[in-house]
């Protein structure tokens, strides 16, 4: 067995123990998916990000939940950049630095804002926006949700900008607070339709930044429900947007005691929907761990 470097930082969040925590791996080269997938499920967080070198892009991102590899994660990127730049592996300057990093969603842009010396914000650009189709009865999703038809906005939309999830809005925050879903059930909807996950929002918000209120659910990812969820926000922020423009900030995380906020901004011109997602970081331990 020999010892991998990894730390865990929470994203979209300037203060510890709140966000999303991500695992980070700054150095993977060598790691096979076993290995990988050994750590994520040991660090136990909804994501783990691992570095590696990269023929198309400045860097290569894969990620890691417990139950497997995914495409795509905005939490873990976020972590990720702040964790290259605070230990001085990114060249950096005072303004806002870009990178392209390679994902299994695409090669996508990242830009990391630093000022006065410190990583203020990591932003990244997602995938294209997908619109997929879905025909999901209004009546079973509430089920799922622990609700009733009536509490939900309107039928649900299925959204991709590098992982597929489900948008379900729900007419009031104390609803969407309420809402206690049939996991099983769940995890059975998203892995016949192709989903990552429901993601539940509502116009209804406890910070008076914050546009949008939302609660993430991915138990096909063994993820029952993710505290600050980048990649969903920005399809939300993509549904939301229509033909037009946008800048929302997206708040999620206070059902389970990590609350954090999600930067989404939309450009919709030039033919091709555009979508970014960022916020805040923190470091919160840095340690060895034994694989092979």
């Known amino acids: 067995m020999r010892s991998v470097e990894v730390l865990k930082v929470d994203a979209f969040t300037n203060r510890p123990y709140r966000g999303n925590p991500a695992g980070v791996v700054l150095d993977a080269e060598g790691l096979g998916e076993g290995e990988m997938l050994q750590l994520a499920r040991e660090l136990n ?9 990269s023929r198309k892009a400045d860097l290569k991102l894969r990620f890691f939940a417990p139950g497997g590899e995914v495409p795509l994660c905005g939490h873990a990127t976020v972590a990720a950049f702040h964790a290259l730049a605070e230990e001085g592996l990114v060249p950096i300057r005072e303004c ?9 969603a695409g090669v996508l842009g990242v830009e990391v804002t630093v000022m006065e010396g410190r990583v203020e914000k990591v932003s990244m650009e997602q995938g294209t926006p997908r619109f997929l189709s879905t025909e999901i009865d209004m009546g079973r999703m509430a089920r799922l949700l622990g609700t ?17 999830v489900l ?3 729900l007419r009031s925050l104390r609803k969407l607070s309420s809402l206690r879903p049939d996991m099983r059930g769940l995890k059975a909807l998203c892995e ?3 989903l990552a996950g ?16 939302a609660r ?8 029952p429900e993710d505290p600050v969820t980048g ?7 993509a549904c939301l947007a229509g033909d037009k423009d946008l800048e929302i900030v997206c708040e999620q995380g206070y059902s389970v005691g990590r609350p954090g906020l999600v930067f989404v901004e939309v450009r919709a011109g030039g033919g091709r929907m555009r979508v970014k997602v960022g916020g805040s970081a923190v470091t919160v331990l840095r340690g060895d761990m034994l694989v092979g």
């Not at 009733?148 to 597929?164: D, F, I, M, N, W």
């Not at 990649?231 to 922020?237: I, K, M, R, V």
């Open 45 to 53: 967080t909804s994501e783990t990000a691992f570095v590696l070198p």
């Open 192 to 194: 016949g339709e192709g």
């Open 167 to 169: 948008l379900v809005g």
């Open 148 to 164: 009733e038809t009536r509490h939900l906005a309107g039928p649900p939309c299925a959204v991709s900008t590098g992982l597929p």
């Open 96 to 104: 806002v630095n870009r990178f392209r990093q390679e994902t299994g």
């Open 231 to 237: 990649t969903a926000n920005g399809a939300l922020g």
């Open 216 to 223: 993430f659910f991915a138990p096909a990812l063994s993820i």
């Open 198 to 213: 429901v993601h539940c929002f509502t116009a209804e918000t406890l910070s008076p930044e914050a546009r949008v209120h």
